[in-house]
C-alpha cells in the first residue's frame, strides 16, 4: 500500500483556501478501519461548512465532506463490526446510533463528519468501526455515497418520524438530491408525488422518475395548485427545503394534520410561518438533522429490496472539487459526486 495519498484540506474558511495536499496514509487505531474512499457525494452543507456560514468550532487544517463509499482496505485491534473488502458508507453523524440526536437544550447536537469530525475527500480515511454500515449490493460505490447524507435525510423525514404509508401524498420542493430520494422514497411506499420547481425540463425528469404532478412555480401560485391538484385537501407530507419564510407556503399547503419536514436553509435560517393556519390545521414541523445509523441501515435494506437507484448529475474527479462546489450554486438535477481513482492523475 501507498504511504502517502491525496486530501484536500484547508487552513481557514473560505473556499479560495482549499488545497489538495500530498499527506501520509492514516494508521488505523484500536476499533478503526482504513478504509479506501472511492466516492464521495458532495452537499449544499459543505458549502456553507467551508465558507464559514454555520460558525462551526473547526480544527484546523479541515478536510471537508460527509458522505463516502469505499472498501475497508486494513483492521485496527479489537475490530469486530468489519472484515477486510467489505464495501461500507459512512455515517453522518458519527455516534448517534438510535434514538433521540445526542445533546442537550443548551447545546442542540452537530456533531458531523466535515464538520466537527475530520472529512471524507481524502484517498483514505481511518475511522472507528462505528462511524459505518454496509454500503448496499445493488448500487455502485458513486451511488451509495448519496445515502449518508441526502438519502438518509429524506428517509428519516418521511418512514423515521412521519410514518409515511400508501395512500399518502407528499409534496418535494426543488430536484436537488434530497428532493428527488424523497420523490423515490414515496412512490416506493405507494404515495402520491407532487414536485415543485422552477423548471419545466426537471419537471419532466421528475415525472419519469415517478411524480404524479410538476408544479412550474415561476408560471402559477403553487399553492393555489396543491390546492387545485388535491381539491382543496393539501397534501400529508412536505419535505421543506427552502427554509426562511418560505416555510409559511408549506403551511398553507399541508392538509389537516399535515406534517413539514424542515430540513432546508436556502432562503435562512430563521424560519416564519402563519400561527393560525398552523394551529387550526394540527400541522406537525419536524426538525430534521439527518438521522440515526440504525435508520441508514434501514434505507441500505430497502434500497436493495425496492431498488430505488440515486440521481447523479454530474461526476467529477478528485482535483475538480471547486469546480463541483460552484455546480452546486446552479441547482444540479440530484447529486453531484467526486470519485476517486488511486494512482490517476487528474
Known amino acids: 500500500m501507498t504511504e502517502t495519498m491525496r486530501r484536500w484540506e484547508m487552513d ?46 473547526l480544527t484546523f487544517p479541515f478536510t471537508p465532506g460527509s458522505d463516502l463509499a469505499g472498501t475497508v482496505v486494513a483492521l485496527g485491534e479489537n475490530v469486530t463490526r468489519f472484515q477486510t473488502g467489505d ?46 454500515v454496509r454500503a448496499p449490493e445493488t448500487l455502485s460505490d458513486a451511488e451509495a455515497s448519496t445515502l449518508p447524507c441526502a438519502g438518509l435525510t429524506a428517509w428519516f423525514a418521511l418512514i423515521e418520524k412521519g410514518k409515511l404509508h400508501a395512500g399518502q401524498s407528499v409534496l418535494v420542493e426543488g430536484t436537488g ?15 402520491q408525488v407532487l414536485v415543485v420547481s422552477g423548471s419545466t425540463d426537471k419537471l419532466e425528469r421528475a415525472k419519469t422518475l415517478g411524480a404524479d404532478h410538476g408544479i412550474d412555480r415561476t408560471s402559477v401560485d403553487w399553492v393555489e395548485a396543491v390546492w387545485r391538484i388535491t381539491g382543496d385537501r393539501g397534501v400529508d407530507h412536505i419535505v421543506e427545503l427552502v427554509g426562511g419564510p418560505h416555510v409559511a407556503k408549506a403551511v398553507q399547503a399541508a392538509a389537516i394534520g399535515g406534517h413539514i419536514h424542515q430540513i432546508g436553509v436556502f432562503e435562512g435560517f430563521d424560519i416564519a410561518a402563519p400561527a393560525g393556519p398552523l394551529m387550526l390545521k394540527n400541522v406537525t414541523v419536524h426538525g430534521i438533522g439527518v438521522g440515526h445509523r440504525r435508520a441508514l441501515a434501514d434505507l441500505v435494506a430497502a434500497v436493495d429490496h425496492a431498488g430505488i437507484k440515486p440521481v ?7 482535483a475538480e472539487l471547486p469546480a463541483a462546489l460552484d455546480q452546486l450554486d446552479r441547482g444540479p438535477f440530484g447529486k453531484i459526486v467526486i470519485e476517486l481513482v488511486l494512482g490517476q492523475n487528474d
Do not use: C
Not at 455515517?91 to 447545546?107: E, H, N, S, V, Y
Not at 438530491?177 to 404515495?191: C, D, E, R, T, W
Not at 447523479?312 to 478528485?318: E, N, Q, S
Open 12 to 57: 481557514e474558511t473560505g473556499q479560495n483556501t482549499l488545497e489538495l495536499r500530498e499527506v501520509p496514509v492514516p494508521k488505523p487505531g484500536p476499533g478503526e478501519v482504513l478504509v479506501k474512499v472511492t466516492a464521495a457525494a458532495l452537499n449544499y452543507r459543505d458549502k456553507l461548512v467551508i465558507d464559514g456560514s454555520m460558525a462551526l468550532p
Open 87 to 132: 464495501r461500507v458508507i459512512s455515517t453522518f453523524a458519527p455516534g448517534w446510533i438510535d434514538g433521540a440526536p445526542l445533546g442537550d437544550a443548551r447545546t442542540p447536537p452537530y456533531r458531523t463528519l466535515g464538520g466537527t469530525y475530520p472529512g471524507v475527500l481524502a484517498e483514505y480515511v481511518a475511522f472507528s468501526q462505528e462511524w459505518l
Open 177 to 191: 438530491g434530497v428532493a428527488l430520494f424523497g420523490l423515490q422514497i414515496a412512490k416506493a411506499h405507494g404515495a
Open 312 to 318: 447523479i448529475d454530474t461526476i467529477h474527479p478528485l
